[in-house]
């Protein structure tokens, strides 16, 4: 019998060695996320619309090599490596590589000219290498979840553990820009040939080339701790080859899944609202706080002391409410949170009520934010099993091989497309004199609560085969 006996889960070092890579992946793409468009629009003096475009290109980018990926992965032949750990080496050099040069760019836009082409393709180029060999690397891990990890009580503690290490990834990848920003003498004048602007220049690229280096070990720990082996023993090593077009063709398959489609609805919207705080949140710090010096670390107690509780509420005290049920919460939580930016629009707020306002609405977004992967990761893992038994119910192992890369690539490409929405919207409101606009930085931020309730809507769509599960 083909079908292993026993369903394969991640324990011990395996368990992790790959929840780690989560750290990895997270402290860079956090850094990038909260901080590329503050230093190239802010000090580099890039304009927002070059700026946008640039982080868009990586966002479609990805969002067309997500699938690609997955879809020639999950076709590639196992070898003496396995199927899918092997492209991880294969990307890892390249993406290091941009994840440094692109804190490093050689010429800066003249004070002028924020138009600047050099710095504008420069930045694409460094965009275009880390979208390509990034997608790679995150699509084949996400892939290999269902395959590791085959039963839903160890998905759990693989998206507890994976939660557990994007939050301790988040704080550090705020802290550190965080204590930049601290020692600023004007932290809302920060062009490169201002005092503000050099102390950026000196100290963030240090932090990238850091978290390069960590991203790199950690992704080295998850090749290591991966076993593939199971693939050479299995008759998936025997299967028929697979013709270009019909290898395409699975690129269709997860829109079809009308479960899977509710669950891909969910993660546009939720990317759409995950990247608005990340390009906001310094210039909400700095112009609509009017944070300065050691208020900046307000924010990484928020961030610390909210992600950790939510963490640990939704772990030990919904325990026994379904996934779904507890991701609508979840939610729903960020919706009335999102909708509390709206009070910083009165004038009249005085600074320690403004905290406080900004203490409960920014910590419950946080806090929601961070909790998703608790569901979102087993709910994910849980669907592709799904749609692996309705193919082959006798050898639910050789189904998922053919179509985990393919259901992730979807995933992460309607995650791509809504940064990239998010990206592009901001990009063009935030240009010219809107850059530093109380107001539109407020308004911007509140949008959350509209895609978040969107969100909302896709979750209770969604019902999990409980035999499965």
Known sequence: ????????????????????????????????GTFIFQFYVYTINLNSILVS???????????????LFGVIVDNKKPGKYGKRRPFLLLALPLWVL??????????????????FWPTALFFWFMIVIKAISGTL????????????????????????????????????ALLLPL??????????????????????????PIIGVLFAILGSITILFTYFSVNEKFHISSSINDKNKTSFGSSFRQILVPIKDKKFSNFLAVRFFNSISGNTLGILVFPFLAIVLKFRESEFFIYVIVSIFSKVSWYLIWRKILTKRSLTTKFSICIGFAVIASFLELLFLLEFLVFELKIFIFVLSIGTILGSMYSIPLFSIPIGATLVHEAAH????????M????????????????ASLGQT???????????????????????????????YMMSLLFIKRIKLNEKLS
Request: aromatic letters at 12%; proline letters at 5%; a positive charge.
């Open 179 to 204: 204590i930049v920003q601290s020692v600023l003498p004007d932290p809302q004048n920060v062009k490169w040939w201002q005092p503000s602007g050099e102390l950026i220049l000196l100290y963030i």
């Open 53 to 67: 475009v640039g982080i868009s290109m990586q966002l479609i980018i990805g969002a067309i090599f997500s699938i």
């Open 421 to 451: 929405f998010s990206s592009l919207i901001l990009g063009f409101i935030l240009s010219g004199a809107n850059e530093k606009n109380p107001i539109i930085i407020t308004l911007s931020l509140s949008s959350m609560g509209i895609f």
């Open 137 to 172: 690397i995150f699509n084949v891990y996400l892939a290999m979840l269902p395959e590791q990890s085959q039963t839903q009580k160890n998905r759990k503690k693989v998206a507890s553990n994976r939660a557990m290490f994007s939050i301790i990834a988040s704080i550090l």
């Open 390 to 397: 309705k193919i082959e119910k006798t050898n639910t192992s």
């Open 98 to 115: 941009a994840n440094v040069l692109i804190w490093l760019p050689p010429w800066y836009a003249p004070q002028t000219d924020s138009f």
């Open 399 to 414: 189904a998922i091989s053919k179509l985990s890369g393919a259901y992730y690539g979807a995933l992460t490409f309607v």
């Open 1 to 32: 019998m083909v079908e292993a006996a026993k369903p394969r889960e991640l324990l011990g070092f395996r368990l992790f060695g790959y929840s780690i890579g989560d750290f990895g992946l997270s402290l860079v793409n956090i850094l990038f």
